[in-house]
């Protein structure tokens, strides 16, 4: 019979099994994994200095997290359904639709009309994930397939509306976002450091970020103690698609327009950021805080990649390879290894 004793206990990454002393060496290490990622980000930002004495400045510093903010608020959503053990392939087709919806559709408001027809937007968005949700809860399909299929529906509903040419441009409180300063400081960076903020709070301070951590540690305990496991999911989808399109919104006031593909490039780095800030691709265990750091090394690295003058590709082939280490140093017996070798070598 099942011990209920063993399902998590505490939000954050505090959620293991089994006794004390364990949880505390799974925090211990977790708290270092995210501690390494932004140590790398220094790192990486002070090698970069050789190839562009700009990196590092203030204001290549404003414009990392500008860069960045559109991978930290996908990832966040990307980071909710890897913390309940799925995943979410669906996210390159909601950005174009938030994307089309901005660019098409609220750029004819007034701005009175402007502020009602966000939520209208997102909640379109949200709309997806919950046939994801649903697809995966009572349908029973594997996240994989559900969502593989949902974003080739939908991006097939997209080209077949648009006919493959999109009109319309980015509406002013988009682009007084993305573009606007404040006090010399661009009013995206302020809205980034807000949304990670709320955030940080909900996932780990909340009932409901309690729920998140339950259900990816033991969904089995997580259901015999009462949680509405299918609910959660749903909800969990509709959030994923939500940021997913606001970041659509978000990419079409940086550039005042949208594209069918405009959302392709942030599928890999969405899993990518969220697994090198220490989550478990199984579910169960991570944190927002070393997803924000995951979101800004990649950008960092795309950054360097372009100063570089190298293909795309590379970014595509060091995201792959930071997913793979990643997921190497969260086995259990990895950090020991290296420790035992380190020790060795000293």
């Not at 940080?200 to 259901?223: E, H, I």
Request: with cysteine; proline share 3%; aromatic share 8%.
């Amino acid at each position: 019979m099942l011990n209920l004793r063993d399902e998590p206990v505490k939000a954050g990454t505090r959620f293991v099994r089994g006794e004390d002393k364990r949880g505390a060496v799974r925090l211990q290490r977790d708290t270092v994994g995210t501690i390494g990622v932004y140590v790398v980000c220094v790192l990486a930002l002070f090698f970069s200095k050789f190839i562009n004495p700009e990196f590092g400045s203030v204001h290549q510093l404003q414009t990392i997290l500008t860069l960045a903010s559109f991978l930290i608020v996908i990832s966040y959503g990307q980071g909710l359904t890897v913390l309940i053990g799925g995943l979410d392939l669906s996210i390159p087709s909601v950005v174009t639709v938030g994307g089309i919806l901005a660019a098409a559709w609220m750029s004819t408001l007034s701005p009175a009309g402007f502020w009602w027809q966000i939520p209208a937007v997102l909640v379109v968005c949200a709309s997806i994930g919950v046939l994801n949700g649903l697809g995966v809860t009572l349908l029973r399909i594997p996240p994989f397939i559900m969502t593989l299929a949902s974003g080739i529906i939908v991006y097939s509903i997209c080209l077949g509306a648009t006919g493959g040419t999109l009109s319309g441009s980015a509406p002013n409180s988009l682009s007084r976002l993305m573009t606007g300063r404040v006090g010399g400081v661009p009013m995206v960076n302020l809205f980034v450091v807000l949304f990670c903020a709320t955030a940080v709070f909900v996932q780990s301070r909340t009932s409901f970020g309690q729920r998140l951590y339950a259900m990816g540690s033991n969904a089995a305990a997580a259901k015999i103690a009462g949680m509405r496991t299918n609910v959660i999911t749903v909800c969990t989808y509709a959030l994923s698609s939500a940021f997913a399109g606001f970041a659509g919104m978000m990419l079409v006031g940086y550039s005042n327009g949208a594209t069918l593909r405009m959302g392709e490039s942030y599928l890999l780095p969405s899993v990518a950021a969220v697994v090198i800030g220490g989550s478990s691709i199984l579910g169960g265990r991570g944190t927002f805080v070393g997803t924000i750091g995951g979101a800004i090394l990649l950008t960092i690295f795309d950054m360097v990649i372009t100063s570089l003058g190298l293909a795309q590709g590379w970014r595509t082939m060091i995201s792959g390879g930071l997913i793979l280490a990643a997921i190497l140093l969260q086995h259990d017996g990895a950090l020991d290894w290296i420790r035992s070798t380190a020790r060795r070598r000293a």
